[in-house]
């Protein structure tokens, strides 16, 4: 799909052990991935017996290590090339594009029959999305042909608390779009910060990151625009069924900090950020990931607080969005 | 150097063998809990047994009751 892309033959270093082809299925992604889509699940209005939940969890996390593998396989000339990447699996020689690729091909419909199986035809459905979306729209058309990619490419990674609550409930909500958009628009200024000091990696592998093709100037003014962009969404998830007083207090709080952090990356200038070795670039990115963190955990204990029925009655006055 | 027993190979196929089995197993375990929770709908199962009992027939008021 992109003329960027050119043909390297990996050398095998040796049989793969099976720690590789958990590697294959990207543990850490995983692990934000079951997160999301539990908590999606878990607040959803309605329940699924504790086996189908947990199978709706392994299987959507599985859905999403399946796309992880066809991301390796395809992007696996642009990992060898990057530092951060270059010690993955089939760059490093331990397993071959072709096991990736099957690898994945496999698991992406076997975790989308069996969420049919376990839950609805719209979770399957949504699940199947989001690996086409991560490994064909994302990984092999938008990664080396836009500027955008991580903007678009987001979506991928905004499914799984949404695919979680339409487990249960079997239809989409307010709620989870607003889960959807609180990871879409967080995943611009996260990845962007971190493309701010991992400068070298991404021109290598000649991914048209933002930093690259408009400069690192515009790539700051993007993170300030997308950080208060986001803002909105953020706050609106507090006003419906699994928002209240605390998850609004938590996001109102994380996203002045967060604004603040994105206004200062936008103040700086490329001189003053290298000669500090970019710390508040760094400072920011390591707050996003606490930042969507505590969102998802605030709209947690909001569903367990609604328990305590001195608290549910304080807390349907902020919900003024549930009519929806 | 020639393939012994001791050869690293046998130890990385070895690890390989018993992650899928572990895996294997897993996926039986699930499948196996998902059909009964499926089957079940949260109800203890009752089998038949070879013998008319009023709690498994629809028309029986105990059914309707249970």
């Known amino acids: 799909m992109s003329d960027i892309r050119t043909n390297i033959d990996f050398v095998q270093t040796g049989d793969a052990e099976f720690r590789d082809y958990v590697a294959l299925l990207k543990p850490r992604v995983m692990s934000l991935v079951v997160f999301t889509a539990l908590v999606g699940l878990l607040v959803a209005p309605g329940s699924l017996h504790p086996i189908e939940g947990l199978a709706a969890i392994i299987f959507i996390a599985l859905g999403a290590g399946a796309s992880g593998a066809l991301n390796m396989w395809w992007d696996a000339d642009i990992d060898a090339v990057m530092k951060r990447t270059a010690k993955r699996p089939i760059p490093a020689g331990k397993v071959t594009p072709q096991e990736a690729m099957s690898l994945g091909v496999a698991l992406s419909g076997l975790s989308v029959i069996m969420l049919w199986l376990a839950t609805n035809a719209l979770a399957a459905f949504l699940l199947a999305f989001t690996i086409f979306f991560y490994a064909v729209i994302y990984s092999m058309w938008l990664k080396r042909a836009t500027p955008q990619n991580i903007v678009i490419g987001g979506a991928a990674g905004a499914f799984p608390p949404m695919i979680g609550w339409v487990a249960v409930t079997g239809s989409i909500s307010l709620e989870a779009c607003l889960m959807f958009m609180l990871i879409f628009m967080w995943t611009p200024p996260h990845f962007w910060a971190l493309a701010l000091f991992m400068k070298g990696d991404y021109h290598k592998a000649k991914v048209p990151m933002l930093t690259v093709t ?32 605390v998850y609004l207090a938590l996001a109102l709080v994380l996203n002045l900090i967060f604004l603040h952090g994105a206004w200062a990356i936008w103040w700086r200038d490329e001189a003053v950020a290298e000669a500090d070795n970019y710390r508040v670039e760094k400072r920011v990115f390591r707050f996003s990931l606490y930042y969507l963190f505590v969102h998802f955990v605030a709209i947690l204990a909001e569903g367990a607080l609604a328990h305590l029925p001195v608290y549910a009655e304080f807390a349907t006055k902020f919900k003024i969005l549930e009519v929806f | ?29 699930l499948v196996f809990g998902l059909t009964i929770a499926k089957v079940s709908g949260g109800n203890a199962l009752q089998a038949f047994d070879h013998s008319y009992r009023p709690v498994l027939d629809p028309d029986n008021v105990r059914f309707q009751q249970r």
């Open chain 2, 1 to 29: 150097m020639a393939i012994t027993r001791e050869h690293d190979l046998h130890k990385r196929r070895s690890g390989r063998n018993i992650g899928l089995a572990v895996v294997l197993l897993a996926f039986i375990a």
């Open chain 1, 214 to 245: 408009h400069g690192r100037k515009a790539t700051r003014t993007h993170i300030l625009v997308y950080t208060a962009a986001l803002l909105p969404f953020a706050l609106a998830a507090g006003f419906t069924s699994m928002g209240g007083p």
